[in-house]
């Protein structure tokens, strides 16, 4: 049965609870110059020659660019997007040849498909309603294939979970697994931390303040060493994520420990598609490749049931709890838990970082250093001038989370500066009465954007959207 990684004591196990565990669009993966030891790690993980892994790090920033534009352009009736490693290139599920176009236009593959990618995760949600019971490792969405996959100890325990859940059976797919995932427990990512009187843990990813990690690895209010700090929150099961506050004269990084020397520098939180490469940095097993298999994944660890998950086959073992998953640069999740080794393989599962920044409100800390980029400063020469910092998937309104009155009509126009690496947009939203419409936006795939809008008079106000990625922005604005 799936289980959460225990920590570990020294070089010892110990049995205690603990797991491993893992935003929207612009220039995305940096792969002119990939890090040596991930070119090395995909070699040996993914048995690829040199020239093979290059490409595909190339390729792979390609597929996740146009993923990321696809969902912008295509309505929601899309049947979900994969990487495609024969072809290198990104699929997309359609529901309808009238999609076709859109898809082929944004630079993806069509596959027709049966069903859309949210009514498999409505049936999904379904599932992760119900009480697992003993035998049933976990389940998800498998996009290629458009049905769910539930991991079973036998093809009758799995169709009767299915039965229970009254998740139509022929949209199911039940894998006998003998799989065990359990959490792995144990300020540059990757690099060893601990935990009250020793046990080890794993750090994620520098934040503002501290660093993220794996909810096993400690309850809120316990205390750590190296960096010494304290849980500010965690959540766990159900979740398993936390975060942890640093005292002073520790040194926020935005780089992940590649185990040969040397960092890889994070610049940014951007999801990876389906397909894609991911690497992982743990205190026990060092750098380690796969590739994603599934997202919004579920699995049952004796602890309790844990949901959206990055589902890999990247290998990790106890102590690699809460440590750096990232694929090119992009930071992707912390280490959860999951069953096998690295002699043998296994599945690891990783908690979305992007859920952790908006869960605690925080931004990721990129390269360049322990202090957060400052905001961006090409908005400049109009009268009204904004800051702010948002993680993915934040939302905030100016001025000053209020609105603005308009006397006259005119022009109003606004100019959003966001972080490189991300994709942040603007709306302009007017009053009409009984609700705020928007009347004007900018959502380009880059993090910056430009509204301009002639308008009567009434009450206005400015929304900036983190849609992918997070930090810090600056916003200009002028009004007639």
């Keep these: 049965m ?6 570990l004591l020294g070089a010892a196990l110990i049995t205690a609870t603990a797991v491993i565990a893992l935003a929207p669009q612009a220039s995305s993966v940096q792969v002119k110059e990939p890090d040596g030891a991930m070119l090395t790690a995909l070699q040996r993980d993914l048995r690829l020659t040199p020239d093979q892994a290059q490409d595909r790090l190339i390729r792979e920033d390609e597929a996740a660019r146009v993923d990321r534009a696809l969902r912008k352009r295509v309505p929601a009736a899309l049947g979900g997007t994969w990487y495609d490693a024969r072809s290198g290139r990104l699929i997309a599920g359609i529901t309808a040849d009238g999609q076709r176009a859109r898809v082929v236009a944004a630079g993806a593959e069509p596959r027709r498909v049966a069903y859309t990618e949210a009514r498999l995760d409505a049936w999904k949600a379904r599932l992760d309603a119900r009480q697992a019971p003993a035998g049933i490792p976990g389940w998800y969405v498998d996009l290629p294939s458009n049905r769910l996959v539930v991991s079973a100890r036998s093809t009758a325990i799995g169709r009767a979970f299915v039965a229970s859940s009254g ?3 022929n949209v199911v797919r039940v894998v ?6 359990r959490a792995m427990i144990d300020v ?7 935990i009250g009187s020793g046990t080890r843990c794993s750090v994620g990813f520098s934040v503002n303040g501290g660093f993220v990690t794996a909810g096993h690895c400690g309850r809120q209010g316990a205390t750590t060493s190296q960096p010494s700090g304290q849980f500010r929150g965690s959540s766990f099961p159900g979740n398993d994520y936390a975060w942890v506050g640093v005292g002073a004269g520790n040194t926020m990084i935005g780089a992940v420990n590649n185990y040969a020397g040397g960092r890889v520098a994070v610049g940014g939180s951007q999801d990876a598609p389906v397909g894609s490469s991911i690497c992982r940095s743990g205190s026990t097993t060092g750098w380690r490749c796969g590739t994603i298999q599934a ?15 990055i589902r890999t086959n990247a290998c990790a073992e106890p102590g ?6 990232i694929s090119g640069n992009q930071a992707q999740g912390v280490t959860s838990g999951g069953s096998g080794n690295c002699s043998s393989g ?3 599962f990783f908690q979305p970082v992007n859920e952790i920044l908006q869960a605690y409100g925080l931004t990721l800390v990129t390269s360049g250093g322990g202090d957060l980029t400052p905001p961006p400063t090409t908005c400049t020469g109009l009268p009204n001038n904004y800051s702010g910092s948002l993680s993915g998937g934040g939302v905030a309104y100016q001025p000053n989370g209020s609105y ?5 009509s005119g022009t109003h126009k606004g100019c959003l500066d966001g972080p490189a690496g991300t994709d942040f947009d603007l709306y302009l939203q007017k009053w009409n009465g009984s609700s705020w419409a928007s009347v004007a936006s900018g959502t380009t795939e880059a993090p910056d954007e430009t509204v301009t809008y002639n308008g009567t008079a009434g009450y206005y106000r400015w929304q900036v959207h983190a849609y992918s990625g997070s930090g810090s922005y600056r916003l200009g604005t002028s009004t007639p």
Excluded: C, F
């Design 2 to 7: 799936p289980r959460p990684l225990p920590a």
């Design 167 to 169: 998740v139509p059976a």
């Design 176 to 181: 006998v697994s003998n799989e065990s995932p």
């Design 188 to 194: 540059v990512g990757g690099n060893a931390y601990y």
């Design 295 to 309: 997202r919004n994944a579920t699995v049952t660890y004796p602890e309790g049931t844990i949901t959206g998950l």
């Design 320 to 325: 690699d709890s809460g440590g750096s998953a």
């Design 346 to 348: 296994g599945t690891t």
């Design 404 to 408: 603005y009155t308009s006397n006259a």
